[in-house]
């Protein structure tokens, strides 16, 4: 019998497709939380005094460097092949075009090579950048046919061919080009490894004629060129330790999560344990869409049969059903006292009171009109007063009344998802589900449908700041944020553009109990980053920001705002130049624009940008590392990284890049807001949180 699935990346099909880089973000979780342990550890301590372990860092980097250079040269050589077909077999069918792009790739490659070691690096690096545009035009061709083909009619004459032709530049042909692009990567990680040594055997090489070994010999005969530090030791302990995980799965990867959390419960917090649990690997993309109210769905369900039944009674049987009700709601007596006409909460109440002035009226259509609200209203009570887990289990038992297309949106919309998704597609509907949805025969249901999925597409924010259950499957930086307030406490607005005012006006007001006060303020230092706060960056975009994203003027209490305190115009470049300097109009929001001129033409057009909030992260932990001070953040990575993928999870950055404010034209200054924990939802969290659940096994 298999083991039941509590959550959705439980569900094997689930995981691959909501969270893409699941393992490698809880690895990520793991690895730098120890990074920092082992520093502590070891930072104060004598290298004299750690000989065992000096013997034995000496002897992993002579094995080590064997590794390097055989990964190394296996990757070079790679790329020194004319065809590469032979690794693109796996492609059935292998994109013959695609297929001469990746040869063509390999020409250049061999043809530009550089003769010098200390070219290699930047020469690899910009490859990259080459290949990333190449293959980025495909994936916005990808993006462009989706988006065609989910407004093309079931029945276009070009749907079923177009589907097709998607299918195969997604599957195939942008699959190659990321193939490629890993490999890529892993050659240019190489170099973290092996570029210091291959320097030094160059060096050695030009300025002594008779050094005597090849590249090879050299690079794989570990002899350090400095003596072995404490932080040579912590490096290497954090390798290893890395190296050790490589090969668990999740629940191995929770396992050891788990052991942390239990050893030290105040370092991480509920919020932390939660995100790093249930949303470690998730994909990047707007939360909006991904959930719909499961009790919402009843109600409409049950609003159109309460009213199919209540057209049916004659005038004898409404005026029969008035009398009843009467009696029900004014004396709570009767046979079959209604839910609603017990209830105490004024919402309910006054719904109430409001339809039986209808059903005592005199009137007999308005009574009609009247006991037929009622009955809706008494239909909607019922199924709003049931547990989340109930409405699912009614849905369930519903499943057989509803087609099939309408039933794979239900589970896709809802936590039925968890044990009933088995398909890899199971977001989308096929054009023969889509061909029935849109048939004449299931407007009924369609027109229930849509107005059940569309009803509020950010309906997800409120459901979990109520439940803290997981019910998204996707979210982008504000959202995943919003998520560590929810599970802390708070319930800050939505979107970027409202939150520092959110902050600073908590600061202005005082009100909030915890120790550590709001507060909203641009980091000087490590002392700003409080564990739990939200960072906010700002940066420069061509394209006008909507209005969850355009940074308002806001100030912190000390009078920072937006911008440093430079004139907003700067003196005039020189006339010769091909760019003029910014010129800044600080408003509401704030712009800026240059005049950029054509060396040939002479040609002028003006650039323009909108400065806007483009990120928001929260903060894990401000630790010292080997590395330095580090801010160690729970947040998304933009969609840009190996594959295409983002993912949600820990990330690390060192502090200094979180205190700068870049230079002008990639401007980067970050904010840190804070409110403390408010009234943490424990008894959700036990549900949560259990870890017999998580790791589907019993835990103490």
């Avoid at 090579?113 to 080459?130: A, C, H, M, N, T």
């Avoid at 004459?157 to 490629?180: G, H, S």
């Avoid at 597609?425 to 889509?434: C, G, I």
């Avoid at 120790?515 to 960072?535: L, N």
Wanted: aromatic share 10%.
């Amino acid at each position: 019998m298999a083991e039941p699935m509590y959550f959705q990346w439980q569900n094997e099909v689930l995981c691959k497709t909501i969270y893409p880089m699941r393992e490698p973000k809880l690895r990520d979780f793991l690895l730098y939380y120890t990074e920092v342990d082992l520093w502590k550890q070891y930072k104060d301590k004598d290298i004299a005094a750690l000989k065992t372990d000096v013997d034995a860092y000496s002897k992993a980097q002579e094995a080590a460097a064997i590794t390097a250079y055989k990964s190394y040269s296996t990757l070079r050589d790679y790329f020194l092949l004319k065809d590469v077909r032979a690794y693109y077999l796996k492609f059935k069918p292998v994109d013959e075009a695609e297929l001469t792009e990746i040869n063509n790739f390999h020409a250049m490659f061999i043809e530009s090579w550089p003769k010098d070691i200390r070219g290699e690096k930047s020469y690899v690096e910009g490859l990259i950048q080459f290949w990333v545009s190449h293959r980025n035009l495909h994936r916005d061709w990808v993006k462009t046919r989706k988006r065609r083909l989910e407004n093309m009619a079931p029945d276009h004459p070009k749907k079923v061919p177009e589907t097709k032709e998607l299918e195969l530049k997604e599957n195939f042909t942008l699959a190659m080009a990321e193939q490629e692009l890993d490999q890529l990567r892993a050659f240019l990680a190489t170099y973290d490894k092996i570029e210091q040594r291959k320097l030094a055997w160059y060096k050695l090489s030009k300025g002594d004629p008779n050094f005597k070994p090849s590249e090879s010999e050299f690079l794989v005969q570990y002899k350090p060129e400095q003596p072995v530090t404490v932080k040579d030791i912590v490096w290497w302990k954090a390798e290893e330790y890395k190296t050790s995980l490589e090969k668990k799965n999740q629940y191995e990867l929770l396992e050891e999560a788990y052991q942390r959390f239990k050893k030290e419960p105040k370092r991480f917090p509920y919020w932390l344990q939660y995100m790093v649990v249930h949303f470690s690997g998730m994909r990047y993309a707007s939360a909006h869409g991904s959930w719909a109210d499961p009790k919402d769905l009843l109600v409409r369900l049950g609003a159109a049969d309460v009213d199919k039944k209540a057209k049916a009674l004659d005038d004898a049987a409404v005026e029969k059903l008035c009398a009843e009700k009467i009696a029900a709601y004014e004396t709570g007596k009767g046979s079959n006292v209604p839910g609603l006409a017990r209830a105490t909460e004024k919402e309910w109440k006054d719904k109430a009171a409001m339809h039986m002035l209808s059903v005592k009226a005199s009137g007999p259509k308005t009574r009609r009109a009247g006991i037929n609200a009622l009955l809706v209203e008494e239909a909607n009570y019922d199924v709003r007063s049931l547990s989340t887990e109930d409405a699912l289990k009614k849905l369930e038992a519903m499943k057989a009344t509803f087609p099939k297309w309408a039933w794979k949106e239900i589970v896709k919309l809802t936590p039925l998802r968890v044990n009933h998704v088995t398909d890899p597609n199971w977001e989308k509907l096929t054009p023969e589900e889509e061909a029935e949805r849109n048939s004449q025969a299931a407007m009924e249901i369609r027109t229930v449908m849509d107005a059940w999925e569309n009803y509020d597409s950010s309906a997800w924010r409120d459901e979990h700041g109520r439940t803290h259950e997981l019910i998204v499957t996707r979210a982008v930086c504000n959202e995943t944020a919003e998520h560590c307030q929810h599970i802390r406490g708070n319930l800050p607005p939505g979107g970027l553009t409202p939150k520092p005012k959110w902050y600073s006006t908590h600061e202005a007001e005082n009100k909030l109990p915890g120790e550590v006060r709001p507060f909203y303020t641009k980091p000087t230092s490590e002392k700003d980053y409080v564990q739990g706060a939200s960072i906010f960056w700002l940066r420069f975009v061509e394209k006008e920001p909507d209005a969850w994203q355009i940074a308002k003027s806001v100030k912190t209490k000390s009078g920072v705002g937006l911008l440093p305190d430079v004139p907003v115009t700067k003196k005039k470049a020189d006339p010769k130049a091909t760019i003029t300097p910014w010129k800044y109009s600080a408003m509401d929001s704030v712009t800026r624009a240059r005049t950029l001129v054509d060396p040939q033409t002479k040609a002028k057009t003006e650039q323009k940008q909108w400065l806007r909030w483009i990120h928001e992260a929260t903060v894990a932990e401000v630790a010292e590392t080997a590395d330095g001070m580090t801010v160690i953040t729970y947040e998304t990575a933009l969609p840009d990284g190996d594959k295409g993928t983002s993912a949600v999870g820990v990330f690390k950055m060192p502090l200094e890049w979180h205190l700068s404010d870049g230079p002008e034209d990639t401007y980067n200054r970050a904010f840190v807001g804070y409110v403390p924990e408010g009234q943490v939802p424990l008894d959700h969290l036990k549900t949560m949180l259990d870890w017999s659940r998580i790791l589907r096994k019993k835990v103490a």
